[in-house]
């Protein structure tokens, strides 16, 4: 930790020592989460956060951009490398403006757009109700089966042709299988719609090769870099040249004022990581480590949505297990288990204690688990449920310590 925080601020400093502490002796299985490289933080520690520069590289508002402009280039440039794609625009502040900027480039207010529904695994700015999204949107949301939990794509056709999006969403925030991105196209040409694929979970597992890419069928992407892509905060959009200036002039002057300029630098810093062979490695041990967390989970008696993963992701369904996802969440998070409740397709419980857990893998591939400190994870977690439902603290205990000498052999990157 900075020394220079120290003598300033030693109040903050010592919340910091903390937070790199428990970050240090907890695992983080919360999916969106991660752990960027010492490289990535000093970017976006950077003197660059001094600097203002309203407008796009070579068309600014603001003199001073000799610098400025080659990173955000730079940025740009390894964005269309890593995914293909004709354009991308790295300033959107995060993700949910980064989506509020396509709908500014494509919707009037109370047009249509259908996105699949956030208990469902959808994210909020697909038109969920209580977002600015689904309220000054016509918003129609599709669902996933009873059943199986998957999308069925002939009650998807029948609802665009219904309702007749102008702008289609697919991708969420708890999906624990593989997109397919062709089988939304279809729909959308078939409707006319705008596809937009958001891959904020799944943009890092898409660079490395470990999930297909959306470039060739959507007309815009949609991601996060601090999930799987492993960068700082912030968002950026992709899309074919034909879309360019809409997406360009949505996002500035349209939505927002002066990028970030610490966090686009940051950005082409994860991104010449992104681009490293060592990186689809990463991508690769994060569906390994997944599945083999899920083996360990349903040996012990989990009940998982889809029954599986194919991702960094797993929905687990406690309802079986006669414990809330909030308390198992509080229960496991003692024992150094960082999770997050989540609902469950059709829950029956509220959104605020719902029957759910969702985990993923991505933290704890970073630090250099593997499959065998899965099995030893989802051990533990099926322990402090146990003990959750017990009542026993004491057994929660002996876990965070197990879990906190684990965590001691796995330093944080940045750390
Ligand atoms: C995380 C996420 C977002 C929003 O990102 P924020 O940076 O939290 O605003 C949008 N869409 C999806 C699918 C996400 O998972």
Redesign the pocket.
């Known amino acids: 930790m900075s020394a220079d925080v120290r003598s300033t601020d030693p109040e903050l400093a010592e919340l910091l020592d903390l937070e790199l502490k428990r970050q240090s002796q907890t695992l983080a299985l919360i999916p969106?989460e991660n752990h960027v490289s010492a490289a990535v933080l000093a970017a976006s520690g950077s003197v660059l956060t001094n600097k203002y520069s309203e407008g796009y590289a070579g068309r600014r508002y603001y003199e001073g951009q000799q610098i400025i402009d080659r990173i955000e280039t730079l940025a740009v440039d390894r964005a269309k490398a890593l995914f293909g794609v004709d354009h991308a625009n790295v300033q959107p502040y995060?993700?949910?403006p980064a989506?509020l900027a396509i709908y500014l480039a494509f919707l009037e207010p109370g047009d249509t757009v259908m996105g699949m529904a956030l208990p469902m695994g959808g994210?909020l700015?697909h038109g969920w109700n209580v977002s600015i999204t689904g309220k000054f949107f016509r918003s129609v949301q599709y669902v996933v089966e009873r059943e199986t939990g998957l999308v069925d794509f002939e009650k998807v056709r029948e609802l665009a042709l219904k309702e007749r999006p102008k702008l289609i969403f697919c991708?969420?925030?708890a999906i624990p299988r593989t997109i397919d991105f062709a089988a939304f196209r279809s729909i959308a040409d078939e409707v006319g719609a705008i596809l937009v694929a958001?891959i904020?979970?799944i943009a890092g597992l898409i660079a490395g090769g470990a999930h297909p890419s959306p470039v060739s069928y959507v007309d815009v992407v949609s991601t996060?870099t601090h999930?799987t892509l492993r960068g700082p905060?912030g968002?950026m959009l992709m899309a074919k040249t034909e879309h360019a200036r809409k997406i360009d002039s949505a996002v500035f002057p349209g939505l927002q004022g002066g990028p970030h300029n610490h966090t686009t630098a940051a950005i082409a810093v994860a991104l010449h990581e992104a681009l490293q062979p060592s990186f689809k490695d990463y991508a690769h041990q994060i569906v390994a480590n997944a599945k083999a967390l899920a083996d360990t989970l349903l040996a012990e008696g989990f009940d998982l949505v889809t029954g599986g993963t194919d991702n960094h992701l797993i929905l687990i369904d406690l309802t079986n297990k006669e414990i809330p996802g909030k308390a198992a969440a509080k229960a496991l998070d003692k024992a150094g288990l960082v999770a997050n409740y989540n609902t469950v397709p059709y829950d029956p419980r509220r959104p605020f204690d719902p029957s759910g857990l969702r985990i993923g893998t991505p933290a704890v591939t970073t630090r250099g688990l593997r499959e065998p400190e899965m099995r030893m994870i989802g051990r533990w977690m099926s322990q402090g449920v146990e003990a959750a439902k017990a009542r026993d603290d004491t057994r929660l205990g002996q876990i965070r310590d197990e879990v906190q000498e684990l965590a001691g052999t796995f330093p944080l990157p940045g750390a």
């Open positions: 969106s995060s993700g949910s989506n994210h700015t991708g969420g925030t958001d904020a979970h996060t999930k905060r968002a």
